[in-house]
């Protein structure tokens, strides 16, 4: 059985075949830890933010919000520019594995991988929206740097951190961060830029990849036999959010979606599968399919 988790694919070493496109991707990975590490210690401007609202005219709690907040916006940025880059290491992921050269279960089984780093992706995203999903302060922050960039504009004051964050790219990120949950927004959207530039690549070959293994997923976690491998809970939650993100590209670029009868994906057992886990653990999951 080829499997999907980082308890099976731990030691899952490239191929020469795999090697162009999983250098590629590992760059990106190497850099997911510490992004997910940063957002998690996120702690925003919300105390210094309220104290310069409510005392507008002194200039002293001003400058101290401003302070604050244009270092978290950096963060921000590159919070951004990573799902920029994200992205594009999913797009050679899904070139390698939804090429003719194999059919889906053939690709996964010979490109493990490969497979290993879209799970990666697929966990990564899922978590950072789980820690975004929780963590107001990311927009508040943002709003209130916008804001305050607009009348220091107006008012012709020279405006530290401006460069680094200009309108248009301020647009964008504030586009981003509107999203319940803008990792997956932009690997859905990515998911469905890769299948419409990829005209001469027949759909079900993205549509298969992503349903087989959402299914690769499922049995692991509702067979006893396969489930008693994993050495973690933290298996288990690694497993359940590649399930989750690959059932919702699949709805995002089959035309009919992953709910449809005729999907490829059992949805009612892969609804029973979360809802089976420990209350509460998986709401941010449930929501995200919701």
């Known amino acids: 059985v080829y499997c999907i988790s980082r308890y099976e694919l731990n030691n899952a070493q490239p191929t020469d075949a795999e090697r162009e496109v999983w250098d590629q991707v590992d760059v990106v990975l190497k850099d997911a830890k510490g992004i997910l590490d940063e957002l998690q ?18 200039e002293a ?3 101290q919000a401003w302070a604050a907040v244009v270092p978290l916006v950096g963060k921000l ?9 994200l992205e594009s290491a999913l797009h050679s992921l899904l070139g390698a594995l939804t090429s003719v050269t194999y059919d889906p279960t053939q690709h996964l089984e010979r490109e493990q991988a490969l497979a290993k780093q879209f799970a990666e992706i697929l966990h990564f995203t899922l978590r950072f929206d789980e820690l975004k999903m929780t963590n107001p302060a990311i927009q508040n922050d943002f709003s209130y740097y916008r804001r305050t960039l607009s009348r220091m504009r107006i008012n012709n004051v020279p405006a530290e951190g401006e460069n ?13 961060y509107a999203d319940a949950t803008p990792m997956l927004k932009t690997l859905s959207d990515g998911t469905t830029k890769f299948v419409s530039e990829n005209k001469n690549l027949p759909i079900e070959n993205t549509t298969d990849c992503l349903s087989t293994m959402a299914t690769v997923c499922k049995v692991m976690l509702e067979t006893p036999e396969y489930r008693s ?9 690694f497993c359940l959010r590649v399930m989750v993100g690959v059932i919702i590209l699949y709805d995002y670029v089959h035309p009919v979606g992953a709910f449809a009868k005729s999907s490829k994906i059992d949805m009612k057992g892969c609804i029973k599968v979360l809802k089976d886990q420990p209350p509460n653990s998986v709401d941010g999951l449930l929501n995200a399919l919701r």
């Open 41 to 58: 210690a996120y702690k925003g401007a919300g105390q210094e933010i309220r104290e310069a609202i409510q005392n507008p005219s002194d």
């Open 61 to 63: 709690l001003q400058e």
């Open 77 to 85: 940025k590159k919070f951004y520019e990573f799902s920029q880059r």
């Open 164 to 176: 680094e964050v200009n309108n248009e790219l301020a647009n964008r990120i504030s586009l981003f």
């Open 229 to 237: 491998r994993f050495s973690s809970e933290e298996t288990v939650s």
